[in-house]
T-cell receptor, first 112, second 112 residues
Framework: EAGVTQSPTHLIKTRGQQATLRCSPI?????VYWYQQALGLGLQFLLW???????NRGNFPPRFSGRQFPNYSSELNVNALELEDSALYLC???????????FGPGTRLLVL | KQEVTQIPAALSVPEGENLVLNCSFT??????LQWFRQDPGKGLTSLLL?????REQTSGRLNASLDKSSGRSTLYIAASQPGDSATYLC???????????FGKGTMLLVSP
């Protein structure tokens, strides 16, 4: 069974640009979660999507947004990139109501 | 707001030693407590999940305990091996929101 996949593995952008990160959940999982792991800050919850709807949001500005498609894959969009957005972005998936989240390998975003 | 703290931040031990990693959380109204492993530049691998009603969980050489009243969890690794070298993260799960609050992790190095 394929695990959670994320693309691209690495992304380099300049300040002010937009970044789009993609995530494909494990087959059958309807929930997708996004986390940011910035140096020195640890993993922080960004967004939770289930059945195409945003269910919960962490303490991040509105320029962090996303969506979930009918096939349950998801996109994370970061607008007006700032230097401090440089981080590893992890996606996880689960069955709705299942506490166990399965994580992908992450996308490393570097903002210059 | 839930806060999770892990001590120590780093730990270096010789192969074969038994060791304990500590995790504390401020809000005892957790849904579950999870331990993850993260290898450098990689995503997270779930190790153990303890439901709020449970006291401990075991998997192979790993044993995790949970004491909600004191806001603490420990991960015990028996007979450590060089392959155990990684960063270990604990995360407190919040009921109803399916979000995880992570500690900053303990970086473990097991030398041959």
């Amino acid at each position: 069974e394929a695990g959670v996949t994320q693309s691209p593995t690495h992304l380099i952008k300049t300040r002010g640009q937009q970044a789009t990160l993609r995530c494909s959940p494990i087959s059958g999982h309807t929930s997708v979660y996004w986390y940011q792991q910035a140096l020195g800050l640890g993993l922080q919850f960004l967004l939770w999507y289930d059945e195409g709807e945003e269910r919960n949001r962490g303490n991040f500005p509105p320029r962090f947004s996303g969506r979930q498609f009918p096939n349950y894959s998801s996109e994370l969009n970061v607008n007006a990139l700032e230097l401090e957005d440089s981080a590893l972005y992890l996606c996880a998936s689960s069955l709705y109501g299942d506490e166990t989240q399965y994580f992908g390998p992450g996308t490393r975003l570097l903002v210059l | 707001k839930q806060e999770v703290t892990q001590i120590p931040a780093a730990l270096s031990v010789p192969e074969g030693e038994n060791l304990v990693l500590n995790c504390s959380f401020t809000d005892s109204a957790i849904y579950n407590l999870q331990w993850f492993r993260q290898d450098p530049g990689k995503g997270l691998t779930s190790l153990l999940l303890i439901q709020s009603s449970q006291r401990e969980q075991t998997s192979g050489r790993l044993n995790a305990s949970l004491d909600k009243s004191s806001g603490r969890s420990t991960l015990y690794i028996a007979a450590s091996q060089p392959g155990d070298s990684a960063t270990y993260l604990c995360a407190a799960g919040s009921s109803g929101y399916s979000t995880l609050t992570f500690g900053k992790g303990t970086m473990l190095l097991v030398s041959p």
